[in-house]
């Protein structure tokens, strides 16, 4: 079986990463032979890092070579997309390039919203539809939680499948024990994410400056940026595919606010499960796929208010015990539902089985 994998990203693309890149050796060793064609490699993402945007010229050469390889789409058995093959093109374009071989796509965000949900009339009424008839006509359709799953089979498609977004397991170590800290050392609070996530943090500020009142932390920033949180210790880490696991490792409790729109619904909690891999605890906003993955009082708890955002922080940061019992618990689940060990299986039978009908 051969697969064409047409990626948004190369391998820094943390989505892209996660729900194709890791998977390869996985697939390979199943008979399943990929081939990846990424939208915009590694040197692209990296220039919109630093100067804001694409550029005309490398968007347009990304769009000539994905074209190109939708051409050459019958040299393999399966297509499978990474939310969609051409942004900003009518649906029948796309689906006319994909026509005569089975495609699957893959979701982890409401990509959807990006068109009905636009600013713009003109958009929503050329637009607001595209990414339905695109999932109508796949053979299969991975949602990363339900409230994508929803949207999928809303939008007609004949086959769908919940799959989260999950860690290789190998890569994350449990912070072991719960033992005394040194003399003048505070507990850890951690959130992991990019410069473009960090406005979450924004949320959870005065709770926990009011906290910081009363309890002594430090606020780990890993991959925000330069964070400033008045009344807060902030310590910012940059982040690296090397380091996350450690830095998030070294932690006592970890965060994920989120705002409560139609976009945030579509999120699929990654940086709840890289923690519960940690061992550690987790506070997370009451919004979409947090209520999915976080157990209220067994592994962390959901938070809706400002109050209970500093109630919850406090338990944990107080109660030592706790926070182990409930690490463990998270990790327990991270093991049971959401590894690469767990997921890989039944990826690859679900790709065999979309290329066999």
Request: aromatic share 10%; net charge positive; proline share 6%.
């Amino acid at each position: 079986m051969k697969v064409l994998i047409l990626s948004r990203y190369g391998p820094q693309g943390a989505s892209s990463r996660m729900r194709f890149y890791q998977f390869l050796p996985w697939l390979e060793a199943e008979g399943i032979e990929c081939v990846v064609s990424p939208l915009l490699g590694d040197s692209t993402l990296l220039a919109r890092y630093q100067s804001g945007g694409y550029g005309l010229r490398p968007l347009l050469a990304a769009y000539r070579t994905r074209v190109t390889a939708l051409w050459h789409r019958r040299r393999f058995d399966l297509v499978w997309i990474e939310k969609e093959a051409l942004p900003w093109v009518p649906a029948w374009f796309e689906k006319w390039l994909l026509r005569g071989i089975p495609y699957v796509m893959d979701f982890d965000d409401a990509i959807f919203h990006g068109y009905d949900l636009h600013p713009s009339p003109w958009v929503r009424r050329v637009f607001g539809r595209r990414i339905d008839r695109l999932m109508a006509g796949a053979s299969l359709v991975v949602a990363g939680n339900g409230y994508l799953a929803r949207r999928a089979r809303a939008a007609g498609a004949p086959w769908v499948e919940q799959l989260s977004t999950v860690v290789d397991l190998e890569r994350y170590q449990v912070k072991r024990g719960h033992s005394p800290a040194a003399p003048g050392a505070k507990p850890r609070i951690v959130w992991i994410g990019s410069p473009s996530t960090a406005q979450y943090l924004s949320l959870i500020a005065k709770p926990l400056a009011l906290l910081a009142q009363e309890q002594p932390f430090i606020l780990r920033v890993i991959g925000g940026g330069a964070v400033s949180m008045p009344g807060v210790e902030v310590e910012v880490v940059p982040w690296s595919l090397e380091t996350e696991a450690a830095a998030i490792a070294e932690c006592d409790a970890g965060v994920m606010p989120l705002m409560d729109t139609p976009w945030e619904q579509g999120k699929c909690a990654y940086k709840l499960i890289q923690y519960m891999a940690c061992g550690l605890p987790t506070v997370a906003s009451t919004v979409g796929a947090n209520c999915e993955v976080v157990v209220e009082g067994e592994t962390g708890f959901l938070s809706d208010t400002p109050d209970s955002w500093i109630d919850a922080l406090r338990l944990l940061l107080r109660d030592s015990a706790l926070r182990q019992r409930l690490g463990a618990a998270g990790r327990a689940r991270a093991e049971a539902e959401f590894c690469l060990q767990r997921a890989a299986p039944k990826l690859s039978k679900l790709l065999k089985k979309a290329w066999g009908g």
